[in-house]
């Protein structure tokens, strides 16, 4: 029973196409997260949510969209793929708001190559 | 400067080593310490939490704070060839607050 689930795990595309991420999570967690993984496995914080509330949006180009329908999901839309977009991208989720911090549960990751 | 600061390596140690893994940081604020092993193509999983000062040990792992040389490790006692992974070490200023990483470590124990 995969805790927090990410979809697509591969992904390779051409420069300019529009591509979107899914993360969902069975934890019952209050907050989501996205990560960029670049190749030298640097984890770089993108987007969190709380309760579908955006709460972090750190410098990220506009063509980076998150969503969440709903405090299980958060989805990460990404217009114009450019070729600096290939990473991995981890999707996380953390329980909030207990005065102490747990720390993360991560996704498995979705490996996005752009050609 | 980063925030956090960490060696990247690679760490190759043979089995049955005892490895100690480190990262700086600058933020005198941060209080929350965690390290996280990330296998090959796989997520980051938590691995040990610590908060404030002070040590904590969990099995073969043991993982130190020190607050005034804004210093963190992690120690490996006993290696097996299954700890070999990416280490990354991540601390936030506050309950609820982003953590922030370090580049993590790469660690091979050869058998």
């Known amino acids: 029973d995969t805790a927090v689930s990410q979809t697509p795990k591969y992904l390779v595309t051409q420069m300019g196409n529009d591509k979107s991420i899914k993360c969902e999570q069975n934890?019952?967690?209050?907050?989501m997260y996205w990560y960029k993984q670049d190749s030298k496995k640097f984890l770089k914080i993108m987007f969190s949510?709380?309760?579908?509330?955006?709460?972090i949006n750190e410098t990220v180009p506009n063509r980076f969209s998150p969503k969440s329908p709903d405090k299980a999901h958060l989805n990460l839309h990404i217009n114009s793929l450019e070729l600096g977009d290939s990473a991995v991208y981890f999707c996380?989720?953390?329980?909030?708001?207990?005065?102490?911090?747990?720390?993360?549960?991560f996704g498995s990751g979705t490996r996005l190559t752009v050609v | 400067q980063k925030e956090v600061e960490q060696d990247p390596g690679p760490l190759s140690v043979p089995e049955g080593a005892i490895v100690s893994l480190n990262c700086t940081y600058s933020?005198?604020?941060?209080?929350?310490f965690m390290w996280y092993r990330q296998y090959s193509r796989k997520g980051p999983e938590l691995l040990m939490y610590?908060?404030?000062?002070g040590n904590k040990e969990d099995g073969r792992f043991t993982a130190q704070v020190d607050k005034s040389s804004k210093y963190i490790s992690l120690f490996i006692r006993d290696s097996q060839p299954s700890d070999s992974a990416t280490y990354l070490c991540?601390?936030?200023?506050?309950?609820?607050?982003?953590?922030?990483f370090g580049t993590g470590t790469s660690l091979t124990v050869i058998p």
């Open positions: 949510y709380n309760n579908k509330e955006l709460i």
């Open positions: 996380a989720s953390s329980p909030q708001g207990r005065g102490l911090n747990y720390g993360y549960t």
């Open positions: 991540a601390m936030s200023a506050l309950a609820g607050n982003q953590f922030y």
């Open positions: 933020n005198s604020a941060f209080q929350y």
């Open positions: 934890l019952g967690h209050d907050t």
């Open positions: 610590t908060y404030s000062s």
